[in-house]
């Protein structure tokens, strides 16, 4: 079955610190990946997609197929990060449905 | 654009009470969604459209039923509440091009329900 794992609940850096949001999968075919992040008192919006490859905000992850894994990382976590950070696959196809994983707080002490 | 709206922002239901979550979007997307939170997992989904007049089932879609009359508009609908259904439900919105490439899904801001 379709699964994704954010082993972490709860990540917390200091600022200047880089950052690791790990995110591994579970699917046979070839999955769209995802990032989301929910910001306090915001919605839930896309931060990033697999097949971008581009950064954003100065975060960047890389599908590594072999490690089924699609880790979040940022070289300088800054205040501004801590937010609640989702991965969530796709299977593609004609009904774009996700699935998510469970969630990891960042946390950006100063 | 207001984005995806979801009315309300906070209901308490009795145990076998009924009631209407309300999602509107005004961005013409053609695909809409809705998923639910349970506090500490990811969201669910329950309920997914992918045209007015199309719809069919999530992961947990047991105790809901959605209808999609246009293109604006997804209501899901609680039959019966349950203590289980308490929950943070999100609707959600996006336009498919067709190509196979997932579209980007924007989100509303949430319905927090809770049944006693």
């Known amino acids: 079955a379709q699964r994704v794992t954010q082993p972490e609940k709860l990540l917390s850096v200091f600022k200047g610190a880089p950052v690791e949001l790990k995110c591994n999968y579970s699917?046979?075919?070839?999955?769209?990946l995802f990032w989301y992040v929910q910001y306090s008192r915001q919605r839930l919006q896309l931060l990033l997609r697999?097949?971008s490859r581009e950064s954003i905000k100065g975060f960047t992850a890389d599908l590594n197929k072999g490690e089924t894994s699609f880790h979040l990382k940022k070289p300088f976590a800054q205040e501004e990060d801590s937010a609640m950070y989702y991965c969530?696959?796709?299977?593609?196809?004609?009904?774009?449905?996700?699935?998510f994983g469970t969630g990891t707080l960042l946390a950006v002490q100063p | 654009n207001a984005g995806v709206t979801q009315t309300p922002k906070f209901r308490i239901l009795k145990i076998g009470q009924s009631m209407t979550l309300q999602c509107t979007q005004d961005?013409?997307?053609?695909?809409m969604y809705w998923y639910r939170q349970d506090p500490g997992m990811g969201l669910k989904l329950i309920y997914y459209?992918?045209?007015?007049?199309?719809?069919d089932k999530g992961e947990v879609p047991n105790g809901y039923n959605v209808s999609r009359s246009t293109t604006e508009d997804f209501p899901l609908r609680l039959e019966l509440a349950a203590p289980s259904q308490t929950s943070v439900y999100f609707c959600?919105?996006?336009?498919?091009?067709?190509?196979?490439?997932?579209?980007?899904?924007?989100f509303g801001p949430g319905t927090r329900l809770t049944v006693l």
């Open positions: 959600a919105s996006s336009y498919s091009t067709g190509t196979g490439v997932t579209d980007t899904q924007y």
């Open positions: 699917y046979s075919g070839s999955p769209e």
């Open positions: 697999h097949i």
């Open positions: 969530a696959l796709s299977e593609g196809g004609a009904t774009n449905k996700l699935i």
């Open positions: 961005m013409n997307h053609n695909y």
């Open positions: 459209s992918v045209g007015a007049g199309i719809t």
